[in-house]
């Protein structure tokens, strides 16, 4: 409770950051009662500073319709203005969700996967094994699926442990390979 008092003192001189945490912490009840409308009030005040983060949590609160009203067209809108903000997680629902071209969403998901986002390595990593939209490239997905895996994310890592298995994209090493499917 002491750390809300704080935040709250903070967002209220307008610290973008302060705004966003104190968003974060009313949404999921960390500290105080859970409150996604007042959550949304300090995520767009953070917001209006194109804060990334508060951006995207925006948009998340309209695509659930959690504090505010359900609102596709707005989610969209809010996760390309976070996504062109640098934000990674924007950039991999960008991919998913507004792409109109296969390279459209494969270029979303290279500057996720270049901002910090797994699963965006990932998805490029399974493009370039299937041949969707690029050239079927078994060293390039096996070069994005060691990213994934290297950024925490359970599937890149299980396609390193085939990788490996296999020696599809690198020396095949049957050791490592169980490690990755650890």
């Known amino acids: 409770k002491q750390a809300v008092a704080w935040y709250t003192k903070a967002a209220e001189a307008g610290n973008k950051y302060s705004q966003t945490s104190l968003g974060h912490?009313?949404?999921?009840?960390?500290?105080?009662?859970?409150?996604?409308?007042a959550a949304a009030s300090w995520y767009r005040q953070a917001a209006a500073q194109d804060h990334a983060s508060a951006i995207y949590s925006l948009a998340l609160l309209h695509e659930r319709g959690n504090g505010?009203?359900?609102?596709?067209?707005?989610?969209?809108?809010?996760?390309?203005?976070?996504?062109?903000l640098g934000h990674a997680e924007a950039q991999l629902n960008v991919g998913h969700y507004i792409a109109e071209t296969k390279a459209e969403e494969l270029d979303w998901f290279r500057k996720a996967a270049q901002n910090g986002s797994g699963a965006g390595a990932y998805w490029l990593g399974a493009a370039y094994q299937e041949g969707d939209g690029v050239t079927k490239d078994l060293i390039e997905a096996?070069?994005?699926?060691?990213?994934?895996?290297?950024?925490?994310?359970?599937?890149?890592?299980?396609?390193?442990?085939?990788?490996?298995r296999d020696g599809?994209?690198?020396?095949?090493?049957?050791?490592?390979?169980?490690?990755?499917?650890?």
């Open 25 to 37: 912490m009313l949404r999921d009840g960390i500290g105080t009662n859970k409150d996604p409308t």
């Open 68 to 84: 505010v009203a359900k609102d596709r067209n707005e989610m969209k809108r809010l996760f390309l203005k976070a996504a062109n």
């Open 142 to 164: 096996t070069k994005w699926f060691k990213r994934s895996a290297e950024l925490g994310h359970d599937f890149g890592q299980f396609m390193m442990g085939q990788a490996y």
């Open 168 to 182: 599809v994209g690198v020396t095949r090493n049957l050791q490592y390979a169980k490690y990755c499917f650890e």
